[in-house]
């Protein structure tokens, strides 16, 4: 039995942090966007909006009480006892939860016409903001699962690294499907076939410093991965469907960009990201208890 089967449900985390890579380093490539004088970013925005308060749901849901969660950041805010804050989660939630306020805003700036709303997502501040906030909540993201006590498989910088690397191909692959420009297709196809590049090597160092230079637990969960019952899911999907399959798009498109092989390695990485997170989740042992 996995730690994350004990803890978590991998079908509820899992997308969680999918998504929550996604609207953060999307709210990254919309204000990238913005400063390139990119416009017609409606559904973007909505896109990034959904999608971090799909988080939130996933995240809430895995939660076997969630109300007392939102009592207790209740009480917190309105009596100063602010004690709840020392959870990982809840300080994850509020993050999400601002988040997706400037998210909201931003939707709304390209939806309705409103004099105060657009001064203020136009301002210099607020895109600096949005852009931290994004940072944090894919950093956030990453270092949730690098944190956690007893699983040494996560317990290494590489995830929250791999997750940065993951989100800013998922954000990459948004602006691909949803912004149908020449120089946004040019930069794409670039940016992601580097990316893809960096992710292969991250996933690679990963699993290799699981296997040869972890803990028994980490053997276990890097065995899992590559010749184990996560192997399929690992290598088909994660590796050849999610990884390869892109970049051999990418490095095929490098000249010429061909809508329907971008519109494929777009989806095919959106995929491969989810199933990322999925299996490293499910990989994760404790160590054993000598």
Do not use: C
């Given at each position: 039995?996995?730690?994350?089967?004990?803890?978590?449900?991998?079908?509820?985390?899992?997308?969680?942090?999918?998504?929550?890579?996604?609207?953060?380093?999307?709210?990254?490539?919309?204000?990238?966007?913005?400063?390139?004088?990119?416009?017609?970013?409606?559904?973007?925005?909505?896109?990034?909006?959904?999608?971090?308060?799909?988080?939130?749901?996933?995240?809430?849901?895995?939660?076997?009480?969630?109300?007392?969660?939102?009592?207790?950041?209740?009480?917190?805010?309105?009596?100063?006892?602010?004690?709840?804050?020392?959870?990982?989660?809840?300080?994850?939630?509020?993050?999400?939860?601002?988040?997706?306020?400037?998210?909201?805003?931003?939707?709304?700036?390209?939806?309705?016409?409103?004099?105060?709303?657009?001064?203020?997502?136009?301002?210099?501040?607020?895109?600096?903001?949005?852009?931290?906030?994004?940072?944090?909540?894919?950093?956030?993201?990453?270092?949730?699962?690098?944190?956690?006590?007893?699983?040494?498989?996560?317990?290494t910088a590489l995830i929250p690294v791999l997750w940065l690397l993951s989100a800013s191909v998922c954000a990459l692959a948004l602006a691909e499907l949803l912004i149908h420009r020449d120089d946004v297709a040019k930069f794409t196809v670039r940016a992601g076939t580097a990316l893809e590049v960096a992710e292969l090597i991250a996933v690679v160092a990963l699993v290799n410093l699981?296997?040869?230079?972890?803990?028994?637990?980490?053997?276990?969960?890097?065995?899992?991965?590559?010749?184990?019952?996560?192997?399929?899911?690992?290598?088909?999907?994660?590796?050849?469907?999610?990884?390869?399959?892109?970049?051999?798009?990418?490095?095929?498109?490098?000249?010429?960009?061909?809508?329907?092989?971008?519109?494929?390695?777009?989806?095919?990485?959106?995929?491969?990201?989810?199933?990322?997170?999925?299996?490293?989740?499910?990989?994760?042992?404790?160590?054993?208890?000598?």
């Open positions: 039995m996995t730690a994350f089967q004990e803890i978590w449900d991998p079908l509820l985390i899992g997308p969680f942090l999918w998504l929550a890579g996604l609207a953060g380093m999307g709210a990254v490539a919309y204000v990238l966007l913005r400063q390139a004088k990119v416009d017609n970013l409606k559904t973007f925005s909505w896109v990034l909006f959904i999608s971090i308060v799909a988080a939130l749901v996933f995240v809430v849901a895995d939660l076997s009480r969630p109300w007392n969660l939102v009592n207790a950041l209740m009480t917190s805010f309105f009596t100063g006892k602010f004690g709840l804050f020392r959870s990982w989660m809840a300080v994850g939630i509020v993050l999400l939860s601002v988040a997706a306020l400037l998210l909201f805003l931003v939707a709304l700036r390209h939806t309705v016409n409103i004099k105060m709303l657009n001064a203020v997502v136009d301002a210099g501040w607020f895109s600096v903001l949005l852009t931290a906030v994004g940072l944090l909540v894919t950093i956030y993201s990453g270092f949730l699962i690098a944190a956690a006590p007893g699983v040494p498989f996560w317990n699981a296997m040869y230079g972890g803990t028994t637990a980490a053997r276990t969960s890097g065995w899992a991965l590559v010749y184990g019952p996560l192997a399929p899911a690992f290598w088909g999907g994660v590796v050849a469907v999610g990884i390869l399959t892109p970049l051999a798009i990418g490095l095929v498109s490098w000249r010429r960009e061909i809508r329907l092989l971008l519109t494929a390695a777009a989806i095919l990485a959106l995929i491969g990201a989810l199933m990322l997170r999925i299996v490293v989740l499910q990989a994760g042992v404790f160590e054993p208890v000598a």
